[in-house]
């Protein structure tokens, strides 16, 4: 019996050696780090090598120069992609006496996923072009489409491999409340080129490509009004959202579980002169409908690590 024992510690022990060696001598990991600030992050990064990647929530490490290394080439996605993979369930939320008093407040908003193209959306950098560390806390930025909810999707699951045309929101608001998840939270959607969002720690932006400014897109999540049909224009004003649109808004927001203090506007972090989206927007009315709403985590705007070694 002893023996038998001993023959099974050495047999494991040669294993463990094996695995040590194998896995030391793999040049599509780096050096584990710990990250300030993320805590729960380690500098690890992995190679996109499985398809099931394509969809998942991990960050992108770095952007890598275009020059050095071009986008690689996108898996298919396979359809449909599940409800979760946008919201997760309220039940994974930790429910206080408060949340669940609010909860009395019955309002269900149809949801409904379109995918946009995955060339017009991208992972979360845990560092900006630079390798400083891009770790700002995330912020909700309202928008409007100005054209309708059917040009949008389509312009957005249309496929654009040229940077300059690519677009997307994380989630749009039709006429009638329902809400149409287009990108994944935790990835990240390009919403507002050319911007900075100001709060109290000064002016926040990272920059994830060379050729272009700064932006808040690293860290936004991106949400847009579909436009009344009086709005297809480029006119200063409109007739404005419809009820149910707040009240999905205020809905929607309330689960991102985003302060105040960082839920802001296209207009207001635009920085080429050029937005001045959503028109015609009642925040006050949006922010006492949003009171009314638990705070919640089924919408997580954080990628996981290991990050992947592309972008
Ligand atoms: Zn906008």
Known sequence: MKKALKVLAILTLGIAVLILTTTSGDAQLIEGQRIPGFPHLSLQAQEVTDSSLTLSSACALKPVSKASKSRPV???VQTPVPLNRFRQEPNLVDQSKETSAKSALAYTPIEEVALAHPTNFGRRFVQD?????????????????????QSTIDLFQTPHPNDNDQVSYHTLITTDGTIVYLVPPDRRAFGAGNSIFVSDTGQEAIQTNPDFPPSVNNFSYHISLVTP???RNDATRHSGYTRAQYQSLAWLVAKTGMPES???????VDRSRQRIDPRSFDGEYFLRLLSFYPKTQEISTQCSTPAVLEE
């Not at 960082?262 to 207001?268: D, K, L, N, P």
């Open 262 to 268: 960082r839920i802001t506007t296209h207009r207001a």
């Open 229 to 231: 049909p009086d709005g």
């Open 74 to 76: 996108v898996a298919a």
């Open 129 to 149: 072009f630079y390798g400083k560390l891009a770790n700002n806390e995330a912020i909700v930025v309202l928008h409007e489409t100005v054209g309708s909810a």
